[in-house]
C-alpha cells in the first residue's frame, strides 16, 4: 500500500477530531448535518482535499483526510469558521461553537489506514445513535453507508478505502464489512484518538513539544505510527526549518508579541484589546492576527480570544 505523505505536505494523512465548545452540540437536526457535510464536501473539492471517513455525531466529529495543496490548517479554518457563522446565525446564538484547538494526529499510512476507517465508522454504534450494523449502513451521517452503496457521495475516496481490502468491488466489500465486525470487538480509543494527545494547532508547522534535546520520537503522541515514522516526521520537520514550539512555549511567544507590539507603540494591552479602532490599533491587530495564524497556527477563534475580537474579524484581517 502507499505510504503516507510527512508534515502537512500535501498528501499528509491526517485523523481529525472536531468538538462543540464545552461539549455543546455542533449539530441540531438533519439540516445542520447537512450543512456541514455539503460545506465539507465542496471545500474538500476545492482545494484538492482527500476524505476517506467520518462520522458527524451529536457534539462532535471525527474525519481522515489527506491534506490538499493549501495544507490542513487553511482547510480547517475554512470549514469551522463558516459553519460555525452558519450555525450561529441559522439558531440565532452568539459565540464560538467549537473547542479552541481542533486535534490532528498524524498517521502511518500503511500500518493505520484500515484501523482509522473502521474506528471512525464504528462511531455511531458505539454511542448508539445506530442500535445494529444494518442501521449503520443506511446512517447518512457516517461514510459507512457509502461504502455500502446507501448514501452516493462524489467527493469521498470510496475507492481508495476499497482498495485496501481487494481488487474488485464486491470482494473488498465484504472484505471491508468482515473487518468491520472483527474491530467492533476491540476497543481502539486511546490507540487512535489520541488518550492524553496534545493535538496539533492545525498544520504541520505545530508538529508541536519535540525539543531539540531530551524528548524520544517515541513518547509524541501527535504522530500515530512506528518508530521510524515518528523520527522521519519530526526529522522533516526540524529540515523544513520550523520551530518545534510546545503549547506552554507558543503561549508564551504570544503573550510576548503582544507586550512587545504594545510596547513599541506606547500603548497598554488593555487599550489593544479594548476594540478601539482609533490610530494604529486596527494595523497593529491585524499584524498580531497574521503572525498567529500563518506563524504560529492558531485558530480564528483562539486568535480573537487573544487580540478580543470576533472570528470574523480574525478572517478579515487574514483573508
Known amino acids: 500500500m502507499p505510504r503516507g505523505a510527512r508534515l502537512d505536505a500535501p ?27 455539503r460545506r465539507m464536501g465542496e471545500l474538500a473539492q476545492g482545494t484538492g482535499t482527500s476524505i476517506y471517513a467520518f462520522a458527524l455525531m451529536t457534539n462532535h466529529a471525527h474525519v481522515l483526510l489527506k491534506s490538499g495543496e493549501q495544507g490542513l490548517s487553511t482547510f480547517m479554518r475554512r470549514l469551522l469558521s463558516g459553519y460555525a457563522q452558519y450555525f450561529n446565525r441559522r439558531h440565532r446564538r452568539v459565540g464560538h461553537l467549537f473547542q479552541n484547538r481542533y486535534k490532528s494526529i498524524i498517521c502511518e499510512e500503511e500500518a493505520y489506514f484500515d484501523k482509522l476507517v473502521a474506528y471512525i465508522h464504528l462511531n455511531p454504534l458505539r454511542a448508539g445513535l445506530v442500535n445494529s450494523f444494518e442501521e449503520l449502513a443506511s446512517y447518512p451521517w457516517c461514510s459507512h453507508a457509502v461504502m455500502m452503496n446507501k448514501v452516493h457521495c462524489t467527493w469521498l475516496g470510496r475507492e481508495y478505502v476499497l482498495q485496501f481490502f ?71 520537520a526540524e529540515d523544513q526549518g520550523e520551530q518545534l514550539l510546545s503549547a506552554d512555549e507558543r503561549a508564551q511567544r504570544i503573550a510576548s508579541d503582544i507586550e512587545n507590539a504594545c510596547r513599541k507603540e506606547g500603548i497598554t494591552v488593555a487599550v489593544l484589546r479594548s476594540g478601539s479602532r482609533k490610530g494604529r490599533l486596527p494595523a497593529i491587530r491585524k499584524e498580531l492576527a497574521e503572525k498567529f495564524v500563518h506563524e504560529y497556527g492558531l485558530s480564528l477563534a483562539e486568535t480573537a480570544r487573544q487580540l478580543w475580537v470576533t472570528t470574523s474579524a480574525v478572517s478579515h484581517m487574514v483573508r
Do not use: C, P
Not at 494523512?13 to 448535518?33: A, S, T, Y
Not at 473487518?179 to 476491540?186: D, P, Q, S, V
Open 11 to 37: 498528501g499528509t494523512l491526517h485523523h481529525v477530531i472536531i468538538r462543540g465548545i464545552e461539549k455543546g452540540n455542533i449539530v441540531r437536526d438533519d439540516e445542520d448535518r447537512k450543512e456541514f457535510l
Open 166 to 236: 481487494g481488487d474488485k468491488e464486491g470482494e473488498a466489500r465484504r472484505a471491508y464489512v468482515e473487518y468491520l465486525e472483527e474491530e467492533a470487538g476491540i476497543n481502539r480509543e486511546k490507540e487512535l484518538s489520541g488518550g492524553g494527545l496534545l493535538r496539533s494547532h492545525g498544520g504541520w508547522s505545530n508538529v508541536l513539544s519535540m525539543r531539540k534535546h531530551g524528548v524520544k520520537a517515541l513518547s509524541d503522541d501527535r504522530i500515530l505510527g512506528g518508530d521510524s515514522f515518528v523520527r522521519e516526521v519530526l526529522q522533516e
